[in-house]
């Protein structure tokens, strides 16, 4: 598919090297993007997706793949930026402790640089309203009023220039996504969703986001090679 136009229009994806974000970088280059990915290295306990995020990229062609070191261990807050246990106990209900402070709104806002930068109007993000309704940053409110905010914080939103958040998950389970990554052609076991890898590389299984994967893959009847830490 090709946008209308002799060239395909500029977007920028936040790739994390999750699933979600795979699925919605693919999606966009489906609907006719040029891709440029812009992954964030903020310091997480892991690194194993940020080196998925580098594998997705390399896969889809992306026209450019930014890794921009952003250290939230400075600020802490959260499992993923502190020296606080991952939950292991099944998802449950309110804020989890894997929250890092907004930082969707960190992220959008480095997004939202970089595309007026380039000329891009059009930014993707991977947020999950329905597996992920605990996080505030993955709501629909707080992408439209990100939206409005972007037309009041940039020079080319001054002129009159629209941006775009385009949000394709938003509204679908974890088994959608999974169907979404099979029609795709899409590897699942290229992207990465534990918390809490294991020394040996395996994914642990327990955590909140390894539980939604394997259960949306199983019900969605779709094979997913990601090694699991034997329980």
Known sequence: MQI??????PAVVLLSGGLDSMVTAALARERGFAVNALT????????????????IAAQLGVVCHVVLPLDLRQFGGSALTADIAVPKDGVGAGVPVTYVPARNLVFLSLTLAWAE???ARDIFIGVNALDYSGYPDCRPEFIAGFESLAELATKAGAAGERFVIHAPLQHLGKADIARECARLGLDPAMSWSCYDPRPDGTACGQCDSCRLRREGFAK???RDDTRYTAN
Not at 4 to 9: L, V
Not at 40 to 55: G, P, T
């Open 4 to 9: 209308e136009g002799s060239e395909a229009r």
């Open 40 to 55: 964030i290295d903020y310091n997480q306990r892991h690194r194993i997706e940020l080196d998925s995020a580098q594998r």
């Open 220 to 222: 969605a009847g779709i």
């Open 117 to 119: 930068a380039i000329g």
